[in-house]
């Protein structure tokens, strides 16, 4: 590093979605809340940015997303209930999400898209680096892709995006980053990004996924970055044009994620998120497996006897 950095402290997190891939569930429940085994997938997604040592989490927020507050609040009532119970475990759990993290919540007053939502961030963040994580990924606790974001970060400067590779027939459902690599494994700088591009069109099959680490230039280009793909304000634009133009805030890399992820964006992925994480548990772990095999092998005859 050619000057000292301050390390990162804050998180942000787009929770302003509609979730109509959940429809009806998600009519009067926010998405974010949606369990995956007994945690709402918003926790999964604050525990992340407090292990990576961001304390200071920004929730930018929209209609119907109070529950999002309630969970990460105080509620006394239930806690005075389990201690009079003497039920210390489920209190310690129920305390848990209110103590993780200084929680702070703005309003993205319009749906115009990630950069927008980003943008909302602005007068919190002020002019340090910062950690956008997106509600829809879950990254395994056992693979700290977030730390390492913030490393490369630190040593490089300017903003670092997540990537990973997919299959080039599903690029078209992701941003998509041309790369050019580095001496370090894991970290390619990223010279050029298209958000959803047609396979034919796609410059990789790097797939940008829910994580970034940007440097605060990136909401002077987000003013000046007009309506994208779907018409909304696309986070991915914005980036492309700090790929392009470094001496804006510097250079754009990205770390090549080859770690656990859980996308609890799509109905199917969420099924499966929740199948994986229940199998790893200690104490769901067992018992589930056991009967998963039964199930699985009972299906399995069952189509055979009917083939």
């Known amino acids: 590093m050619t000057e000292a950095r301050s390390r990162i402290s804050k998180a942000v997190i787009p929770a302003a979605g509609l979730g109509t891939r959940f429809l009806p569930a998600t009519k009067a429940t926010p998405k974010e809340m949606l369990p995956v085994v007994d945690k709402p997938a918003i926790q999964y997604v604050v525990e992340e940015a407090v292990d990576a040592g961001l304390g200071d ?39 848990e999400s209110s103590d993780l993290a200084t929680m702070h ?28 994580l997106l509600g829809d990924d ?12 913030i490393d490369v970060q630190e ?12 299959d080039p027939a599903q690029i078209h459902l992701y941003g998509c980053a041309a790369v050019r690599a580095t001496s370090e494994g894991d970290v390619v700088q990223v010279t050029d990004l298209v958000e959803k591009p047609d396979p034919a069109d796609a410059p990789s099959n790097y797939a940008i996924i829910g994580r970034y680490v940007l440097d605060p230039a990136v909401f002077e280009v987000l003013r000046k970055t007009g309506p994208g793909r779907g018409g909304e304000i696309q986070l991915t634009d914005a980036l492309r044009t700090l790929a ?3 001496t804006l805030g510097g250079p754009v890399h990205g770390v090549v994620f080859r770690g656990r992820r859980y996308d609890t964006g799509d109905r199917g992925d969420y ?21 998963l095999r039964s199930y699985v092998t009972e299906e399995m005859e069952h189509g055979e006897r009917h083939r």
């Open 57 to 95: 989490v920004l929730m930018v927020t929209g209609r119907n997303k109070r529950p999002l507050e309630d969970h990460f609040d105080r509620n006394y009532e239930l806690e005075e209930a389990l201690r009079r119970k003497g039920d210390e475990s489920r209190l310690a759990r129920v305390q």
């Open 105 to 132: 919540y703005v309003r993205q007053g319009d749906p115009k898209g990630l950069g927008h939502a980003v943008l909302c961030a602005a007068p919190h963040v002020g002019e340090q680096p910062f950690a956008v």
């Open 138 to 149: 879950l990254i395994d606790p056992r693979d700290p892709l977030l730390a390492r974001m």
């Open 155 to 166: 040593q490089h400067g300017g903003s670092v995006v997540a990537l990973m590779e997919v």
């Open 244 to 246: 392009e133009t470094p």
């Open 271 to 291: 099924l499966r998120a929740i199948v994986r994480l229940a199998c790893e548990r200690e104490d769901l772990g067992p018992d589930f497996r056991t009967w």
